[in-house]
């Protein structure tokens, strides 16, 4: 088993579940499984798996409260690849902003899906090519220039402050991540709102995933 790339799947159909792991389980490692948020952020914290194939909608919560909850956690190495029933660009891209590298649709080829597993786990973003178009059009609304202009005004500390922030963490959580006092958080927090004139946590977190950069 420890040759094979670690994976854990969050579906909510158990024959779901059943049937993809009879189909590539001879080609990477399934750890475990679960059909819920708090179940899935569960197993992933306890398996520490490679990569998470995930469906985006579950009857407790989206995919995207998966991530959250895994990332505030502070599981950084799971990557997470959507597997889902859908193909609308809607989903494509709120699963994208929060923090999915690919997005393939449950009509894929068992190979293509272990294909887009590996590539997912070594830092490729993989999409099925109906669905590449999605992401394309909705980043290529932000022009790159402003989005470094708008960096631009951070230093390096604010912009990882910035960062925590957007994807959830407390000013204790990100002071005993970055080894600063919360009162230094603080400081920086609200740098950064007033240099990219924003109001709250909230417009800075919807600021942070319309630009990928969480």
Do not use: C
């Not at 597993?117 to 609304?141: C, E, K, N, T």
């Not at 959830?168 to 005993?176: K, L, M, R, S, V």
């Not at 919807?206 to 969480?214: F, V």
């Amino acid at each position: 088993m420890k040759d094979r790339l670690k994976v854990y799947v969050v579906d909510d159909h158990t024959i779901f579940r059943s049937g993809l792991r009879s189909e590539i389980a001879s080609q990477v490692w399934i750890s475990g499984d679960a059909g819920t948020v708090d179940g899935a952020i569960e197993g992933i914290l306890a398996d520490d798996p490679a990569v998470v194939l995930l469906d985006v909608h579950l009857p407790d919560g989206g995919g995207a409260a998966v991530i959250e909850g895994v990332r505030r956690a502070g599981n950084e190495r799971a990557e997470f690849l959507a597997l889902s029933a859908s193909d609308s660009a809607e989903d494509v891209v709120a699963i994208i902003r929060a923090g999915a590298r690919g997005y393939v649709t449950k009509t894929v080829p068992p190979d293509e899906l272990v294909t887009a597993i590996r590539r997912v786990s070594g830092g490729d973003a993989y999409f099925s090519p109906q669905l590449a178009g999605y992401v394309l059009d909705a980043f290529a609304q932000i022009p790159v220039v402003q989005i470094e202009e708008e960096l631009g005004q951070l230093t390096n500390r604010e912009r990882e402050v910035m960062q925590h922030l957007a994807r959830g963490y407390t000013y204790a959580e990100i002071a005993e991540t970055l080894v600063i006092s919360i009162k230094t958080v603080e400081t920086h927090a609200s740098n950064v709102l007033r240099k990219l004139q924003l109001s709250n946590r909230h417009e800075l977190s919807k600021w942070a995933h319309d630009r990928n950069i969480t």
